[in-house]
């Protein structure tokens, strides 16, 4: 069972990543339907409407996007390709099917959506239906790489100062925009110069390490979409450009970027973190506090 995730007393003022309320789900509706998911999503999604599935390429492309949720009214037999590439290209999207009134052709759209990969199907003639919706879209969000990541560093470091946890949670809360220790120092109210000798002093790899294999946890996440290029992904994670994104790659793991794409995914990558950067120093983590000074350095340099 994954454990809970407790919440520090302290304040993070870090850009954080857009609570679970925030998260996109990009749509092909008709109008009438449009309104309806609007008013289920109030507080759990935001819906992107959109008018063709190449807009929704194009959202998956660009932007952070929880699932896709397509029309059974609206599909016909002219999408199928484009749908079946949706599917194949974008795995770590669910696609959805919303079934809002029996039609017809309800039963040979349903099929057709089946035979291009489409598994999911919610029923809102019942309102219970859009219930149905909103978990759906949570519980997929909450099967992100960063939340496995907290969850199992926090097990790999049980016991370790609140203060410990908290510098491996803020790795997978920050933003993309969070790209250098300096940024995440200033984030959370600690001089960045102080926050990177107390790596130094215990002995520890420097904090750019860290930061540097979480972004590359992210990465190897988002490679699992082969509708993804490196391009895509580099601004994904607000790398300048895809060489600065390739540089990084190389200088951290030694391989190319495409090596890297072949080689992990984010699981794998999480795991490289974990027995390169954490496990090694478990015993130094269980007396470390990042964030605030203490009197164990004099322990830790003996």
């Not at 925030?22 to 759990?44: I, K, N, Y």
């Amino acid at each position: 069972m994954t454990p809970s995730l407790p919440v520090s007393s302290r304040p993070i003022s870090l850009p954080l990543r857009p609570p679970i309320g925030d998260s996109a789900v990009a749509t092909f509706l008709t109008p009438s339907e449009r309104g309806r998911v609007d008013a289920a999503g109030e507080g759990c999604y935001t819906a992107v409407h959109r008018e063709s599935l190449d807009e929704l390429f194009v959202d998956l492309r660009t932007r952070r996007v929880s699932a896709v949720l397509v029309s059974v009214s609206r599909y016909q037999t002219q999408h199928a390709t484009q749908m079946a590439r949706l599917v194949r290209e974008f795995p770590r999207v669910p696609a959805v099917a919303l079934l809002t009134i029996t039609e017809p052709r309800t039963t040979q759209s349903l099929l057709a959506l089946g035979q291009q990969g489409v598994r999911a199907l919610v029923d809102v003639r019942d309102p219970k239906g859009w219930r149905e919706l909103r978990q759906l879209v949570t519980s997929e969000r909450g099967e992100t790489i960063e939340r496995l990541a907290m969850a199992r560093l926090r097990e790999d470091l049980h016991g370790v100062p609140e203060d410990c946890a908290r510098f491996f949670d803020c790795l997978f809360l920050a933003s993309p925009r969070v790209t250098t220790i300096r940024q995440l120092a200033r984030g959370v109210g600690v001089i960045p110069s102080t926050f990177m000798s107390r790596f130094f002093r215990a002995k520890l790899p420097a904090p750019k390490r860290y930061l540097a294999a979480a972004r590359l946890v992210r990465a190897a996440r988002l490679f699992e979409n082969p509708g993804l290029s490196i391009s895509h992904v580099a601004n994904h994670l607000e790398y300048s450009s895809p060489q600065s994104f390739s540089r990084h790659v190389h200088t951290v793991l030694g391989c190319t970027a495409v090596e890297f794409r072949r080689q992990f995914d984010g699981v794998s990558m999480l795991e490289r973190m974990r027995q390169d950067l954490v496990v090694p120093y478990r015993d130094t983590l269980l007396r470390f506090e990042p964030f605030t000074a203490t009197p164990q350095w004099s322990v830790l340099r003996g």
